[in-house]
């Protein structure tokens, strides 16, 4: 009985691994061109532009309170205080992905049609 159940996991498992060479090798994984939000339909790019984009404000909000306030001095002070720093940082790191994953989306509208 052992043999039996052994050759069905290993048939199953030869199953899986041809399923993952097809879909790593023969055919692209099939991604929705149009995702419906509030806002109507957007593309999968454009969403992650605004995502990123959004968060970018709320790091540099966040900086701007940690390092200019009385209040985010005092939640970070000495060394806790690269926290906010970082934060302004990496805000516009965050708005040039958001632009560029933008263009990206705007090229691939271009391209479509």
């Known amino acids: ?4 159940m052994n050759g069905a996991v290993k048939r ?3 199953c899986l691994d041809f399923a993952r060479h097809e879909r790593f090798m023969g055919r692209p994984p099939v991604i929705p061109s149009r995702v419906p939000t509030v806002f109507g339909d957007l593309d999968p790019m454009r969403i992650t532009a605004i995502a990123c984009f959004a968060a970018s ?11 200019f306030s009385t209040p985010g001095q005092h939640a970070f002070d000495e060394m806790a205080g690269i926290v906010p720093f970082a934060a302004v940082l990496l805000s516009p ?6 632009l560029t ?3 990206f989306a705007r090229r ?3 391209v479509e049609g």
């Open 101 to 103: 994953a933008w263009w």
């Open 93 to 98: 790191v965050l708005a040039i992905v958001a």
């Open 1 to 4: 009985m052992d043999e039996g």
């Open 12 to 14: 199953r498992t030869m």
């Open 108 to 110: 691939a509208e271009r």
């Open 57 to 67: 404000i709320l790091l540099l909000v966040f900086g701007v309170w940690g390092i």
